[in-house]
Every structure is written in C-alpha cells, then in structure tokens.
C-alpha cells in the first residue's frame, strides 16, 4: 500500500508543478492518479483476500478435524488422535482435547478392569434369578466399555491428515 501511496504522490506532484500545467493536463494527472489508486485498491485486497484464506485454513482445518473426533466421542467410541498440520493454529485447544481424551479413556479401561474384578468375584455367588440378571447387566456393560476404549474407530476419520 506504501507503494500506491508513493506513486500517488508523484503524480501528483509532477501534475502540480509541472510549468504552464494545463486544466487538462490536470485532469489527466487525476485520472492516472484515480487508475494508480483503483489498482493499488485491488491488489490490497487480493492479498487480504489470500491472506485470508489461508488464515481460515489453518483454522478451519482443525476445527473440522476436533468437530469430527467430538462426534466420535458422542457415539460411544475414541477417535484414533492424529497430530494437526505444522502450520495450524488451535494447537493449544487441541493438545487440551487430547489429553482430555486420553484421561477419559484411560479412566474407562480402568473402569473396565475393576469391572472384571467384580464380575470374577461375583459369578459365584450368583445363585439367584436376580443376581445372575445383575451380573449380565455387569457383563453388559464391561463389554460395551472394552468395545469404546479397544475397538477401532469411526471410518470418518480416515481423512484427518
């Protein structure tokens, strides 16, 4: 823009101090003057323009990226996490949800494990009708945990780079 403006200036002056300066020839100067200025203005915003998309990439990236593991998340499953590109911003967002991420899965198979402890502990007292439909709930749910912090992962997430 530095340069629109210096080059402006130059023809301005060279209009202004030109000897015998004509109305006409003023004219002209202020149409070149009016041209300098229209193509400077569009090569602004073609950079804005650049520079924007690329900002927004960089944003939009992995916010698609962290959208696609949090409905993952939201289905019962732990995405698979893949580090962003070099280039992205929201790294410190997602480093936070990683962790998350990684402490809640740990918790689970945690969950899991105690969950096979009590299960052991209880199959043989279970004589009853009752206790034996408790010990399948049990054995329900310990399965669906294993099957959320083992199994593999959404198929959508394929395409996170």
């Keep these: ?3 629109v403006g210096v080059l402006a200036y130059r023809i301005h002056l060279a209009a202004v101090l030109e000897p015998g300066a ?22 602004m ?3 804005l323009a650049l520079f924007g998309l690329l900002l927004t990439h960089r944003v939009a990236g992995p916010i698609h990226v962290m959208s696609l593991y949090i409905s993952t998340l939201a289905a019962g ?7 962003l590109r070099k280039k992205d911003e929201l790294r410190g967002f997602f480093d ?39 010990l399948s709930i ?11 912090t083992e199994g593999p992962t959404s198929g959508a997430l394929k395409s996170v780079a």
Excluded: F
């Excluded at 006409?24 to 203005?41: F, M, N, P």
């Design 1 to 3: 823009m530095l340069l």
């Design 22 to 43: 004509t109305p006409e020839s003023l004219a002209a100067s202020g149409q070149t003057l009016l041209w300098v200025v229209a193509v400077g203005a569009l090569g």
């Design 45 to 47: 915003a073609g950079l």
């Design 77 to 83: 499953r732990y995405p698979r996490m893949r580090p």
């Design 96 to 134: 936070r949800l990683s962790d998350a991420v990684d402490r809640i899965r740990e918790r689970e198979a945690e969950e899991v494990r105690l969950l096979s402890e009590v299960i052991t502990a209880l199959e043989p007292l279970a004589t009853t009708l009752e206790s034996q439909a408790a």
């Design 138 to 148: 049990l054995t329900s749910l310990q399965a669906r945990k294993r099957q959320a």
